[in-house]
Structure formats: structure tokens, C-alpha cells
């Protein structure tokens, strides 16, 4: 499909964006589709729409249905199925919104949907109602508002831009918001959160890097979610980024038939910290609907930590969180290594199951 394109065109984010697959006949051309799979693909683009940048369909596996790129990106009819927990706002994102385009659920910090659009869809997208397909920058009036609501809540000392994705706005545009920000003396920091050092690792460039620089401190999460992700040009991308000074964490999704085990999750964050980026968060799937055929059990998380915790370095060990439905923010999930805790000490298990005892100190 893509033999005629020139490699300048290839490294070119913006030719990367314009030329998405989006249609079936599009992914046909990629991808080997049985008939009865393309009717239930045309069945799901009825609802929730398709993107996926011809770099990230690369990675697919075009024989194999279980292929953990494929099963990110390509539709199924599972989501037109929800389940009796299914939601569609499981977060409370709209109730805890007091301005459009800002979520403001913890004290000093807020999200800041700046951007609707995002480099491909994921399947699993706790936003897919309200992201897929969407071109919605924050502007005009709601981002007059959105801005007057940070200068006047001085208590907010962290902003973190999201979306959609903020690195599918342009340069410019991404500039000026940061320059905005960075106006407010109570922001103190800025995070973005950001899937295309995965999905569309060109947009990363030195234009855009002196961009972001030039406003720090600015910290970034990007979102991996499987080993085979991990190539030379996402590689590049994040030794960009932090070269430019900005650290980078990640955060997965716990996607059940994709990186639910234990091996794979050790592969994913050996590579990451071997490309700069610091393992984060493992987040277990959110109630939103059409995404139910995704989520694992708890204890399959639960079982992941276990045996990286101890048996790896610490670094690489995310933080496994649920996102507690009606807005309850991100709840920790471990295993408890305390066996019994009293005025005199504190009974612990370590990584290998051995009986530790720490005395507790006084308080007086
Ligand atoms: S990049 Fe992030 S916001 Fe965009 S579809 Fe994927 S998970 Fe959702």
C-alpha cells in the first residue's frame, strides 16, 4: 500500500496523520481479513471509528488475528457488547468538570483536555466516546475559560494536557498554550500525557523538543503497552525527548489476550528502561463501555507486580492502580507484604515469601 511513498513523506508526521486507515478497504490492503471478520468490523465502525497510522500498522502481525498490535487498534464487535458494570462516563470526568476542557478532581492539580484527536484509536480507550474522531482543539472561549480557572484557583500546581493527544497539535499551537501556562506563577508543573512516541513516533522532532523546552519543567507519560512497540524509531523518539531534558514515565493498560502476564510485563519494562523511560503505572482497564472484552481479573494484576516486585529492579516496577469509579481518583493494588503490625514491630514478607521483622520505633 505504501511502496510509493517517499521516505521524507514516511518521517513526516503530518503525511503519517493524513494518511490513516480508516475505511475497511483501507485495512484490507494491510491486513488479511476473513469475510465474516470485515462484516463485524464494518458493524463497530458504525459506532466508534477507526485510525491507524501507517507506521503503527507496520507493527501488525497481517496473518494473526491475536497479533497484540492488531487486537490495540482493529475494531471488533465485542464493543458494541457491554456488560451489566459497563459505563459511560465510569470516571465522573463530566460531574468533576467545572470549566469545558478541564477535569479538576484532585486539590493542586487538573487535567487539561486540550486536544480530541489522538495519532490512532485504541480499542480500549476510557475516552472512546468522547475522543474517536473528534477534532477538538480547546480554544476560543472555553480555553479563556479554562485559563481564568487556573489563575484563579492559585492552590493548582500541576496541570497535565491530555486529550485526545497533545502532541497531534501543532507546534504552534502547543507553544502558545504552554506559554500561557507557564504565565500562571502557580503552575508550577506541567505534564503531558502523549501516545505518539508509540503510534507516530515521528512527530517527535528538534522543532518540537525546542518547543517543550523552552517551558520546563515539563514532564511526559507515554503509553506502551507491549514489548513489540518498542522499536528503533520509538526509541528515538524518547531519547529525543529526554535529551531534551523532559522525564519520561509510562503508563499501561492491563489489556486481557495482549500484555496480561507476567513475562511479557517483565519484557515491556526491561525495554522501556533500556529507551529512558521509567515504568509508572499499570492501570487496571476502566468500566467504560465497549471495552469490557479487554479487562482481566484484579488478581491477574496483582500476580504481574508480585513477581516483578523484588525479583527486578525497583525502577521497573509500575505502580498497579485502579481508577475508582465515580471519580475516587487512582487507588493503589498490591499484594499486602505486612504480616501483622503492633506497637512493638512489624511483621513483613518479602519478594521470596521469607518472614521479616522490623521493631517499631517509639513515638515519644
Ligand atoms: S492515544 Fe490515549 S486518548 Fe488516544 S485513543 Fe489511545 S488511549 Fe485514548
Not at 7 to 14: D, L, T
Not at 76 to 94: C, F, G, K, M, Y
Not at 102 to 125: K, T
Not at 245 to 258: A, D, E, M, R, T
Request: aromatic share 6%; hydrophobic share 35%.
Amino acid at each position: 500500500m505504501w511502496k510509493d511513498v517517499t521516505a521524507e513523506q514516511w518521517n513526516s508526521w503530518k503525511w503519517q496523520l493524513a494518511n490513516r486507515i480508516s475505511s475497511l478497504e483501507q485495512l484490507r490492503q494491510v491486513i488479511d481479513l476473513e469475510s465474516e471478520e470485515a462484516k463485524e468490523i464494518a458493524a463497530c465502525l458504525e459506532k466508534y471509528p477507526m485510525a491507524i497510522t501507517p507506521y503503527y500498522a507496520t507493527l501488525m502481525d497481517e496473518a494473526n488475528r491475536s497479533c497484540p498490535i492488531r487486537m490495540q487498534v482493529i475494531p471488533s464487535v465485542r464493543e458494541l457488547q457491554n456488560t451489566e458494570v459497563d459505563q459511560a462516563d465510569p470516571l465522573h470526568e463530566t460531574i468533576d468538570s467545572p470549566v469545558p476542557g478541564l477535569i479538576h478532581r484532585y486539590p493542586d492539580r487538573v487535567a487539561f483536555l486540550v486536544s480530541g484527536n489522538c495519532a490512532v484509536y485504541c480499542r480500549f480507550c476510557t475516552r472512546k466516546s468522547s475522543t474517536y474522531g473528534r477534532d477538538r482543539i480547546c480554544q476560543g472561549a472555553d480555553l479563556d475559560k479554562a485559563i481564568t480557572y487556573l489563575k484563579n484557583n492559585r492552590h493548582i500546581r500541576d496541570v497535565l494536557l491530555t486529550g485526545g493527544d497533545p502532541l497531534c497539535l501543532s507546534d504552534h499551537t502547543l507553544g502558545s498554550l504552554l506559554e500561557m501556562l507557564r504565565a500562571i506563577e502557580s503552575v508550577e508543573i506541567i505534564r503531558v500525557g502523549s501516545r505518539v512516541p508509540v503510534t507516530m513516533p515521528q512527530r517527535i522532532t528538534p522543532e518540537l523538543c525546542a518547543v517543550l523546552k523552552k517551558y520546563h519543567p515539563i514532564w511526559l507519560n507515554t503509553h506502551f503497552n507491549h514489548p513489540r512497540e518498542i522499536t528503533a524509531e520509538a526509541q528515538r523518539a524518547c531519547e529525543m525527548l529526554a535529551n531534551a531534558g523532559i522525564p519520561l514515565g509510562n503508563q499501561s493498560v492491563l489489556l486481557q489476550g495482549i500484555n496480561d502476564s507476567p513475562a511479557i510485563m517483565q519484557q515491556l519494562v526491561h525495554g522501556l528502561l533500556r529507551i529512558r523511560v521509567r515504568p509508572y503505572y499499570l492501570y487496571q482497564c476502566d468500566l467504560t463501555e465497549g471495552i469490557g472484552h479487554f479487562r482481566t481479573p484484579v488478581t491477574t494484576g496483582i500476580d504481574i507486580i508480585r513477581k516483578l516486585q523484588g525479583h527486578t529492579s525497583g525502577l521497573a516496577v509500575p505502580t498497579y492502580v485502579i481508577d475508582a469509579p465515580g471519580g475516587g481518583g487512582k487507588i493503589p493494588v498490591n499484594k499486602n507484604y505486612i504480616v501483622s503490625h503492633s506497637a512493638q514491630e512489624i511483621v513483613l514478607q518479602n519478594y521470596e515469601g521469607e518472614v521479616c521483622k522490623y521493631p517499631e520505633i517509639s513515638e515519644e
